[in-house]
């Protein structure tokens, strides 16, 4: 991919399609954002 951006949207697409879980990382290898596309199997209390 020529950018972050068109790589990101590829792999959201990617991880909405297989229900799994998007882990984004800075260059410097640190977590930037995630995104859950699944079923949370330890879902908040608050919100059942």
């Known amino acids: ?3 972050k951006r068109e790589a990101v949207n590829r792999a ?3 991880s909405r399609n297989q229900r799994t879980e998007l ?3 800075n260059r ?3 977590i930037s954002s ?3 596309h699944g ?3 330890c879902p908040p209390r608050d919100r059942n």
């Open 1 to 3: 991919f020529d950018t």
């Open 12 to 14: 959201r697409e990617i």
């Open 23 to 25: 882990i984004i990382h």
């Open 28 to 30: 410097n290898g640190k």
């Open 34 to 36: 995630c995104d859950s």
């Open 39 to 41: 079923n949370d199997p």
